[in-house]
């Protein structure tokens, strides 16, 4: 019997020595120091007069413009989505009469700037005086008076409705295009209406590409709404700033007042983007998974706790059969063993 020999060759572990990113804190060391100077900047210059904007942050006036801004908001974009929605299925029709008149309002509406369209709207009385109906070199049924109609607030809301749906119609176009082909066909393989096809199977999916473009449009819509002036609208937020630093002749403060509701209001809907993100991104990024398959996870957590002792091969695998079947045909059978 060979003499038992203590192991003195075993193997030596490496003492790992972790990478050092010299970089990150040179970059941190830079943007603190930056940091620090526009903080010392804001807080020791007297000329930004925070006295000025204590007093008017909450001023009356100032109030009432951020909810005329929200408005303004909230309906434009109501109206730019209900459109963009109608402009991609007409993108995506067989037919090129939809196809070419969804085309044509995209580059119309995208290719001229949103002042030019707003000033326009505000000058659509002077172009007709009278919106009427009837027939055409015919008796008339009715006429309006445009200006009665058209006021500065639904000016404002067409001018800034009208030119955010070409934008959103593209991107509406683009979620929809995202979504492979052969999900449609499987769904019409099972009998599913076009309608429903597109409610419960294409809009859920192309919903994860068109919410965060969707949502940069939304804060990019609320300060586009500072250029309702050219209508001319007089009540929104930047409006009512200025009108107060005309009045007080201290234009800076006031500024920053402007400028520190925009932000507010902007952090506010950045947070309800993340949380849309969230819940349409399930199972396709990192931050939010699919719900795990429970014997899935349950078998995972045992072949990582040692459960499982070896390889899982075809060879070790074996299949239930039936109770009452016989014993073969819960094994797989060798055809190497059959041919011999």
Not at 142 to 170: H, M, P, Q
Not at 203 to 231: D, F, H, Y
Not at 310 to 315: E, L, N, Y
Request: aromatic share 10%; no cysteine; glycine share 6%.
């Amino acid at each position: 019997m060979a003499p038992h020999h203590k192991d003195t060759d075993a193997p030596v572990l490496n003492k790992a020595v972790p990478v050092r990113h010299p970089g990150r804190w040179i970059s941190a060391v830079v943007i603190l120091g930056v940091l620090a100077l526009i903080l010392q900047s804001l807080f020791t210059n007297p000329r930004f007069r925070w006295d000025i904007v204590a007093t008017y942050i909450l001023d009356t006036k100032v109030v009432q413009g951020v909810g005329w801004t929200l408005l303004l908001t909230v309906a434009s974009m109501v109206l730019a989505i209900v459109l963009a929605i109608l402009l991609a299925f007409m993108r995506q029709s067989d037919n090129p009469v939809f196809r070419w008149s969804s085309w044509v309002w995209v580059w119309f509406f995208r290719g001229t700037p949103v002042y030019t369209q707003l000033i326009f709207w505000g000058l659509i009385s002077v172009l007709y005086p009278k919106i009427s109906a009837g027939i055409p070199f015919g008796p008339e049924w009715f006429s309006l008076d445009t200006a009665s109609v058209i006021t500065t607030l639904v000016g404002a809301i067409l001018g800034l409705g009208l030119n955010e749906s070409a934008y959103l119609a593209e991107i509406f176009r683009a979620g929809l295009k995202s979504v492979d082909k052969g999900q449609m066909e499987a769904a019409e393989a099972l009998g599913m209406s076009k309608g429903k096809i597109m409610w419960r199977i294409i809009l859920p999916q192309a919903m994860r590409v068109i919410v965060p473009p969707t949502g940069n449009e939304t804060i990019g819509m609320l300060k586009t709404t500072s250029l309702v002036l050219a209508v001319p609208f007089t009540l929104d937020l930047t409006f009512a700033t200025n009108s107060l630093a005309n009045r007080t002749y201290m234009p800076i403060p006031l500024l920053l007042v402007a400028a520190i509701w925009y932000l507010v209001i902007t952090s506010l809907l950045m947070v309800g983007q993340h949380y849309i993100e969230a819940y349409y991104g399930k199972g396709v990024d990192n931050l939010s998974p699919a719900p795990v398959n429970a014997a899935a996870a349950k078998a995972n957590s045992a072949f990582k706790s040692g459960a499982h002792v070896g390889p899982v091969t075809a060879a070790t695998e074996t299949v239930a059969a039936p109770a009452g079947a016989p014993e073969s045909a819960a094994t797989a059978e060798d055809p190497k063993e059959d041919s011999k």
